[in-house]
């Protein structure tokens, strides 16, 4: 039956993660999928976690298709803030998802049937940025949208792309639909400045695009849950509608429980039961009802005063570690002299480097020194140990001066 099948290309981020799992080499390091590791390389537990889960669930029962209710709500406040507006107004949808992955997925099914912006008769078209994370594209096509990019980043300046970005969301049609990444921009590590921010927001507003927000980190990358909510709060407060995907994989470490949240951020609470309705289809028709386990979990450390102080603490751990290794590693390579301007290392934030490094490069570390990373140049800061930064730093001046 299936000999037409053309073999599907490689991930191009969890392909990578396959080839380093078949690297029969001992001393291999992944630095591929964004995954955090303790200072002996190990996946690392929360304490918060591990405590929370002594306690046995109380039943294996299905949960409602739209999740669980005080997971739900928790999560929104953790993003849109206690005191929010549409919170307060009762204009929020929120459903648990299959981690951020899966609220883009269940967003996009929501838009490609309902998203019908007056301006056009076309299929509604969604814009990520340029570079953006290696599934974004995918998500949405596979929903049947368009995708299409606008620029993000200039590899001059390692930074964003203010004016290319501003000029592109300016001249694409009214009524777009814009993902923006809310915090610690994957692949590059590049965010815009609060100022940049405000004009984003300026031109959402002119131009009636509506936002699609991906948080994947919040509280991951700075430590703090306030600051790296400021951009989806500030649209928040504006008072558009948006739509907001958020993990809890990285700034909980559930990764494979897959836990996250999709909001709907809406006009007015008299659309809220129908677009509520109209997600809980399209989940159970594609999976029925989310798991379970994960977001008990998660609402207990958010619904719990002591937990979540205790949680706050972690995440200063991960993301000052992560901090940490962006310093020795840029020290690393400043000590050796390795040619290149280096600087870009310290001043990205979040869970990658985008390293500068070509796809040449990329393949002569991962030959020669096992060392494994995205083909675009990305390398996970949360991979890395002090006792590997020596061993990566090595492996880039010899890549460079090839
Ligand atoms: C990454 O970008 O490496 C992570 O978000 C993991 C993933 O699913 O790609």
């Keep these: 039956h299936w000999s037409h099948v053309p073999a599907a290309p490689p991930d191009s981020i969890l392909g990578i993660a396959s080839l380093y799992r078949n690297d029969p080499e001992k001393k291999k390091l992944n630095l591929s999928v964004g995954a955090y590791r303790d200072d002996n390389g190990n996946p690392a537990v929360l304490r918060v976690v591990r405590k929370v889960e002594q306690e046995p669930a109380p039943d294996h029962e299905y949960i409602p298709m739209a999740g669980i209710p005080s997971f739900c709500q928790a999560a929104v ?3 849109l803030g206690e005191k929010a507006q549409s919170i307060k107004e009762k204009r929020v949808v929120t459903v648990q998802s299959l981690s951020g992955t899966g609220a883009l997925r269940v967003g996009a099914e929501f838009l490609c049937q309902f998203y019908r912006p007056a301006a056009t008769t076309e299929k509604p078209c969604v814009y990520i940025p ?14 049947g949208l368009k995708v ?6 200039d590899p001059v ?8 970005l501003l000029d592109d969301l300016t001249n694409i049609p009214s009524q777009s639909i814009i993902v923006l990444h809310a915090c610690a921009h ?12 405000k004009q984003i927001l300026q031109v959402v507003i002119q131009k009636q695009h509506l936002v699609f927000f991906d ?10 849950l306030e600051k790296d909510a400021f951009a989806v709060r500030m649209f928040e407060q504006s008072g558009i509608e948006m739509l907001i995907a958020q993990s809890f994989a990285k700034n909980m470490g559930l990764y494979g429980e ?9 006009k007015d609470s008299s659309v809220v039961a129908s677009v509520q309705s109209q997600l809980e289809t399209i989940i159970r028709s594609m999976y029925s009802s989310p798991p379970a386990n994960g977001a008990r979990i998660a609402s207990r450390i958010l619904n719990n005063p002591v937990l979540f102080e205790e949680w706050k603490q972690e995440l200063l751990e991960m993301s000052g570690r992560i901090q940490e290794m962006r310093k020795l590693l840029f020290e690393a390579l400043v000590s050796r002299k390795t040619p290149g301007d280096w600087s870009h290392i310290t001043k990205q934030i979040g869970m990658f480097s985008f390293t500068g490094l070509n796809v040449e490069q990329v393949r002569y570390l991962r030959e020669k020194y096992h060392i494994y990373m995205t083909e675009d140049g990305r390398a996970s800061m949360a991979g890395l140990s002090r006792e590997t930064v020596p061993l990566f730093a090595d492996g880039i001046h010899d890549a460079v001066l090839q």
């Design 77 to 79: 406040q953790l993003i």
């Design 186 to 197: 994957n692949p590059t590590g590049a965010d815009p400045s609060k100022q940049l921010w």
């Design 258 to 266: 897959r836990v996250g949240a999709l909001s709907f951020v809406c």
């Design 215 to 224: 948080s994947a980190y919040q509280g991951f990358a700075s430590g703090d």
């Design 157 to 164: 300046s390692c930074d964003v792309d203010a004016k290319g």
């Design 148 to 153: 299409s990019e606008y620029k993000y980043f």
């Design 130 to 143: 340029r570079p953006s994370w290696g599934n974004h594209r995918k998500v949405f096509q596979s929903a």
